[in-house]
């Protein structure tokens, strides 16, 4: 029985990974072409006159989307299953950790489209930080300075943090053989038609709400409420949660009731954002 829960939560890393993995692939060409000084009109030029540029995007936008929803999925699942457990404490943390990092890069993958869906979210996160007492202002000029420097240090941070989030998952988490293996090749191919024919444009957000991705609508909505500071709490209170199963094993339905309600009530948040 242990053996094939083993083998369920090992298939949605196996996803999740291989998602990552086409993310950095597709990433590479973007990289050489993409310019922080002229954001806007370097995306615009990846996508009409390099080759294949606008696939590419597409696919490195939908792979990270993939990653985030197989990561959220294989950290529910090790938790549903009791398979923290059995993980070492820094293989735990690792994955844990990791994830917020991926909500970062994504975040910061966001902005550098440059488009004015992007460039509102980095404003909002930016007056975010600037109202968090004492670091505030530390945390807006080492994560973001888009209102000093533009998107360059967004930029840096996406390649170092992908960089850093590649080397702890291979390292301390995930065994490389388990992966590249012939039999889960389909998992690297799978994604790559949605790529060609699933296309994803610049958005203006004229005659519509403007917001950022997905995962920040909550905080978005929660921001008319409750004071940046607090919002910014809420926001790594899921990853203290997280962490405190390798800590506190016994309390571990405890742990996941406010897990849960967390969970349904930053839901219920972001879902009122659009009727609001």
């Excluded at 985030?68 to 549903?80: E, G, K, Q, R, V």
């Excluded at 994560?143 to 967004?154: D, E, N, R, W």
Aim: net charge positive; charged share 10%; proline share 4%.
């Amino acid at each position: 029985m242990r053996s094939e829960v083993g083998k369920i939560n090992i298939k949605v890393s196996i996803l999740s990974t291989s998602s990552f993995i086409i993310c950095l692939i597709s990433g590479i060409p973007l990289a050489f072409h993409y310019q922080s000084q002229n954001p806007l009109l370097s995306v615009l030029n990846i996508e009409v006159n390099i080759a294949f540029g606008g696939f590419f995007r597409n696919l490195h936008y939908l792979s990270a989307q993939l990653t985030l929803l197989f990561m959220t999925l294989h950290l529910f699942d090790s938790i549903y299953k009791g398979l923290f457990k059995l993980k070492r404490l820094l293989s735990w943390g690792v994955l844990v950790l990791t994830y917020p990092l991926l909500l970062f890069i994504t975040f910061t993958g966001y902005l550098l489209r440059a488009d004015e869906m992007g460039d509102f979210a980095g404003t909002i996160a930016e007056n975010m930080f600037l109202e968090i007492p004492f670091i505030g202002a530390y945390l807006q000029a080492l994560l973001l300075a888009k209102s000093q420097v533009g998107l360059t240090k967004v930029y840096l941070w996406h390649l170092i943090l992908s960089f850093l989030v590649t080397l702890g998952l291979f390292i301390w988490h995930i065994k490389p053989k388990v992966i590249f293996r012939w039999e889960n090749l389909f998992y690297f191919l799978w994604i790559i038609p949605i790529g060609v024919f699933w296309k994803f444009p610049l958005i203006p957000f004229e005659g519509e709400k403007a917001r950022g991705p997905w995962f920040f609508i909550g905080a978005q909505q929660l921001l008319k409420f409750l004071s940046p500071s607090l919002v910014f709490f809420l926001l790594l209170l899921p990853v203290l949660l997280l962490l405190s199963y390798a800590f506190l094993p016994k309390y571990a339905k405890i742990l996941s009731f406010f897990l849960i309600t967390y969970i349904i009530i930053y839901s219920m948040f972001s879902i009122w954002f659009f009727f609001d």
